[in-house]
């Protein structure tokens, strides 16, 4: 048997260039942690360089994906253009750079949020590890969307995770930081455990463990039955687990309300994407035994969330319970993709899929964003007490926390009504009219608890003393830009819907 041959060409370098900036700048930062240099100068100096190599990241992108794009017109008679490189452990195509565009912009947009948020720290002089692991996530997010295989799938999937359970438990001395970092720490081992024995399950017996021949979107995919099927249905798991998906939901809320509030928002959109996606890959993998239970673990999901979210006070917790409720409606759009046989089938239900990514992280990053520029680097609790009379106080902050929740409810004109309208529609469109009534009389309940901030930021009387002294600053820019984004795609949805109708993905 000839040997395998593994090289590293020129054109890997430049088409894996964001890869190469996030590692290498990860080291960079760690090596700027040892240098003789004044503190604050250091702190910096790490802050605005990983800033920059993911703003880079970013950019180069968005140009991969313009590229892309023109080569990549819809045609029913071939498969989707897709570069591979990396020896074809790794591949480039539309749909997966829109993931990493979603995963790279929530990164940058935790990294503009940390810059202020850090300053406060008392934990002084882990800067540098803080930011090196930000640079790591989307590293791994990327080869997680991208792997052309399952082990590389999981490889990324473990860069993503380790780095996030660091800086979960960022602030060593607050034991509720600690207790969400070992909470999320020790159920993600088992997220990892069913991930990988699912994947030797699948290699014993199927004897790949290849993606592309089970993507949907491309062609009619080969039956998964017998050992496979269940290493399949292990894979899936792990992506429930990652998604926030029922039943493995429930370490959401005590892990987003402990960590760092920059990196909950990263963990509620940059996970998300990267997860939704890959399961977007897999979805021809999974057995259709499981693929029955979908719509049930569609349906559990929105109910917890939703219901989980009414009672809770503080708006971390809130949003965490609100963000395993938008999970199931992903969920509705992945199960639509899996009712489709083969291309152009299931391509509804992938543009409904990769619409509801984007407007999804453009309001829950700004909600997010508008909570941590609330707190400025204390971690004082943002609960609804603390929000009564917030618009006489400080109105900016509460117009933008209003819209990015009406965004999050679905409420027109935002870009949260167009993703909605979407799933929901392809839901009837593929005769789950059962699983769309339930969805959006789900949906419904969720007005409930985000109308209650609003009603208490705008009609409730202001306490005698301000609870936060927020000052306008870098992290308005993020928020701006959100706000901006979900404006725009709810007044001119055909901005985002014509980008992607035109395209395969």
Not at 370 to 384: I, K, M, S, Y
Not at 442 to 459: C, D, E, N, P, T
């Amino acid at each position: 048997m000839e040997p395998l041959k593994f090289t590293f060409t020129a054109g890997d370098a430049w088409l894996g260039m964001p890869l190469i900036l996030l590692a290498l700048g990860a080291v960079l930062v760690l090596f700027f942690q040892v240098l003789p240099m004044e503190e604050g100068r250091r702190k910096s100096l790490s802050g605005w360089l990983a800033l920059a190599l993911l703003l880079a990241a970013f950019l180069l992108t968005a140009i991969r994906t313009g590229a892309l794009y023109g080569l990549n017109t819809i045609y029913p008679e071939r498969k989707g253009f897709t570069v591979s490189l990396f020896n074809e452990a790794y591949s480039l195509d539309t749909a997966q750079l829109l993931g990493h565009l979603v995963v790279l912009g929530a990164a940058l947009f935790t990294a503009f949020l940390s810059l202020p948020f850090l300053k406060k720290d008392e934990d002084g002089g882990r800067e540098g590890e803080y930011y090196a692991l930000l640079l790591l996530m989307p590293l791994g997010g990327m080869l997680m969307i991208s792997g052309a295989d399952l082990m590389v799938c999981f490889l990324g999937l473990e860069i993503l995770s380790l780095s996030l359970y660091v800086l979960t438990a960022f602030r060593s001395r607050r034991p509720r930081g600690v207790e969400a970092g070992l909470k999320y720490f020790l159920l993600g081992a088992f997220a990892a455990a069913f991930f990988i024995f699912g994947t030797a399950l699948l290699y014993a017996g199927k004897g790949s463990i290849q993606l592309p021949p089970f993507r949907i979107q491309w062609d009619v995919p080969p039956e998964v039955t017998g050992i496979a099927g269940l290493g399949a249905a292990m894979i899936f798991a792990a992506l429930l687990f990652k998604a926030s998906l029922f039943p493995f939901q429930m370490w959401t809320p005590d892990v987003y309300q402990g960590a760092p509030t920059p990196i909950t928002a990263l963990m509620s959109t940059g996970t998300k994407a990267a997860a939704f996606v890959l399961m977007v890959s897999v979805a021809g993998l999974v057995p259709r035994e499981v693929r029955y239970a979908v719509p049930a673990l569609a349906i559990l999901t929105m109910a917890a969330g939703n219901f989980g979210a009414i009672r809770q006070t503080d708006i971390k917790r809130m949003l965490a319970y609100s963000g395993i409720a938008h999970a199931g409606y992903i969920l509705v759009g992945v199960n639509s993709i899996m009712a489709g046989t083969s291309w152009p089938d299931s391509q509804l239900g992938i543009r409904a899929v990769y619409i509801y990514l984007i407007v999804y992280a453009l309001s829950n990053l700004g909600a997010l964003g508008v909570v941590a520029w609330l707190e400025r680097g204390d971690e004082r609790a943002v609960t609804l007490e603390g929000l009564q009379g917030l618009a006489s106080r400080h109105p900016g902050a509460a117009a933008l926390l209003a819209l990015f929740l009406l965004s999050l409810g679905g409420i027109p004109p935002t870009a949260g009504f167009l993703g909605k309208l979407l799933v929901f529609s392809e839901a009837f469109r593929q005769h789950f009219y059962v699983l769309a009534g339930l969805g959006l009389l789900l949906s419904a309940v969720s007005l409930y608890y985000y109308l209650k901030v609003v009603v208490y930021m705008y009609m409730r009387p202001a306490g005698e003393e301000d609870a936060f002294a927020p000052r306008p600053g870098l992290m308005a820019f993020p928020i701006g830009l959100s706000a901006a984004g979900v404006l725009l795609f709810g007044c001119v949805p055909s901005i985002l819907l014509d980008f992607l109708l035109y395209v395969n993905l």
